[in-house]
């Protein structure tokens, strides 16, 4: 009977140590949580991670900033890693290196932040886990050159009106000067030492219109004359 008991105690022994050890030790996996504060971009600098050039993040598209984890000692590899950016929403990582399972590559958009980083892994005894190094997006944007002034469309000097701007009638000519000498457009200048006389118009045969005019006075008096002495006589 004391067989018994003896035996019916170790079992519950037994049975207590196996449901109170630590749950990390019965499927050999736990979580960890990132070392460097959060929120953070991959340019953050505060110490807490140095940037590097795109070669150190393998794998990572040109296009977004690469972000490069790795956990502390040899003992210990990533099983799952669960990451947020703002934008970009949760990313959840389970294929991991180069050149080991202790090294995880993330991507993100250029300058998006990263809110939450939390690790489930496997063997070792650890409580954080770091953020090695950042890619940030190499800045491709040419530089920019000042803008060539454009030719000012030329002006005329005088725009003539329109019929509406002169309410339907047809705009009047403006004679218009010579610049060196100031004369009238149109009028033919005095010869020099002549009569100013000798500029009235002619007729179509050539003769001077004050000639005509003192003929027909003569023929009108002549014709006066003869009509007055038919009278007397």
């Known amino acids: ?21 630590p749950a990390h030790a ?5 979580t960890v949580q990132l070392r460097q504060s959060l929120p953070r971009t ?72 990263l809110t939450s980083a939390v690790a489930e892994v496997k063997g070792g005894d650890l409580e954080l886990f770091n953020l090695s190094h950042t890619c940030p997006v190499e800045d491709t944007t040419p530089g920019t050159e000042s803008p060539t002034a454009s030719p000012s469309p030329s002006v005329s000097a005088s725009a003539s009106p329109t019929p509406d701007e002169t309410n ?27 009569d100013s006389e000798g500029d009235l118009a002619e007729t179509g045969n050539g003769a001077p219109v004050g000639l005509l005019s003192a003929a027909a006075a003569v023929l009108l008096g002549a014709g006066g004359y003869l009509v007055f002495r038919r009278r007397k006589a």
Request: with cysteine; aromatic share 6%; charged share 20%.
């Open 26 to 30: 019965t499927d050999d996996t736990y």
């Open 168 to 194: 339907g009638e047809e705009p009047t000519a403006s004679p218009s000067t010579s610049p060196s000498e100031g004369v009238v457009a149109g009028a033919s200048p005095a010869a020099p030492g002549g």
């Open 42 to 113: 991959s340019t953050t600098d505060d110490g807490g991670a140095p940037q590097e050039g795109r070669e150190e993040c393998p794998g990572i598209p040109d296009g977004q900033d690469g972000w490069h984890f790795v956990l502390p000692g040899n003992s210990t590899d990533f099983v799952k890693l669960k990451v947020t950016f703002e934008p970009g929403g949760q990313q959840v990582v389970t294929d991991f290196g180069p050149p080991s399972d202790k090294h995880a590559y993330v991507g993100s958009a250029p300058e998006a932040k």
């Open 1 to 21: 009977m004391r067989t018994l008991i003896r035996a019916g105690a170790l079992s519950a022994v037994a049975a207590v140590t196996l449901f109170s050890a």
